[in-house]
């Protein structure tokens, strides 16, 4: 018998037999399709586990809006992650840290020990520093490079990057984690954020940007940027060969 994987979010099945596929950043699928017999494939459908990072700004703009990210956060997050999932929450306004660092969310008491500390950490602060928390980042994939699963980065703001350093640093701190993420997702939240930096971010990155007008709208969106971002699959087909 051989078994072949294929690892991809929604194309793997249906690009099973071309001759070469290209089905995530770092695994390519070699031609295959004259392994099996039709009757002979069988698949099995693994979820693979994934490792959220979510830097959220808490600069003095986000006054108004933090109360309810906060309030739907603690009331949501449990129900839009899965269950081997980690959630490494950052705040971030002209410094940066961690609310939460790999974090599973499974039992009553995790989403007790994570609600504690999203009060804790999420009130209004100072001014806008990109540069850190995309750095922290960095350093946590870095520190648990051998950890199973993929990352998907996800980064809101209201503003722009006013200190810190220079905007050059943002982008070169970009480029080093678009080779460590799977998926990314940068939120433009509000009419007062700086469109035009917030585009370059994702396109540093390979990844998407959506606009959020209000916060009603960004918890529509939220739930959808943790899922089908990040709707990783692994294939396995196994059946016997023709010869």
Request: charged residues 30%; hydrophobic residues 35%.
């Amino acid at each position: 018998d051989r078994i072949c994987i294929a690892e991809n979010r929604r194309e793997s099945e249906k690009n099973y037999r071309k001759e070469s596929v290209q089905v995530s950043k770092r695994l390519k699928l070699a031609r295959i399709s004259e392994m099996f017999t039709n009757d002979e494939i069988s698949k099995v459908e693994v979820h693979q586990s994934c490792n959220h990072v979510f830097c959220i700004d808490i600069s003095g703009s986000m006054y108004d809006s933090l109360p309810k990210m906060k309030t739907q956060l603690k009331s949501k997050l449990v129900d839009i992650v899965n269950e081997n999932d980690t959630v490494s929450l950052i705040w971030f306004d002209d410094k940066c840290g961690f609310i939460s660092e790999l974090t599973h969310i499974n039992s009553a008491q995790d989403v007790r020990d994570m609600n504690k500390k999203i009060d804790e950490f999420l009130r209004p602060g100072g001014c806008t520093n990109f540069y850190d928390p995309v750095k922290l980042t960095n350093e946590l994939i870095s520190r648990v490079n051998n950890l199973l699963g993929f990352w998907n980065f996800i980064f809101l703001s209201d503003g722009g990057h006013n200190t810190g350093g220079t905007w050059e640093n943002v982008i070169s701190e970009l480029s080093k984690l678009q080779e460590k993420i799977s998926s990314s997702t940068i939120i433009e939240y509000g009419y007062y954020a700086d469109s035009r930096r917030l585009t370059q971010m994702a396109e540093t990155l390979g990844g998407s940007k959506i606009f959020n007008e209000d916060f009603e709208n960004y918890e529509v969106q939220i739930s959808k940027v943790f899922r089908s971002e990040t709707d990783y699959l692994i294939w396995l087909y196994i059946g016997k060969t023709e010869n």
